[in-house]
């Protein structure tokens, strides 16, 4: 029996919904481990972002004004220190 327009509708909400959760949890992973000094190429290869995630969404998290903002930070820092290596 095919499913009914409002349960296509609610599923597809509640799929949007949980997607959102991940990507919340991604960001917030991401913005933790850059503050702690590793380098944002490292973090996007950790199995914890890779398997939440795939290409298409990461490219829409590193959009994220928040992951920029961290990103800035940690340039920042590293410029005034003159310290650009980063912890792995």
Do not use: Q, W
């Amino acid at each position: 029996m095919p499913e009914s327009r409002l349960r296509v509708i609610v599923r597809k909400f509640l799929e949007d919904l949980s997607t959102d959760v991940v990507e919340e949890r991604v960001v917030n992973y991401i913005i933790r481990e850059l503050h702690l000094g590793r380098s944002l190429s490292t973090i996007l290869k950790d199995p914890y972002v890779r398997n939440r995630i795939d290409e298409e969404r990461l490219g829409h998290i590193l959009g994220n004004s928040e992951i920029i903002g961290a990103v800035e930070e940690e340039l920042k820092e590293a410029f005034a220190t003159l310290d650009f290596r980063f912890k792995e």
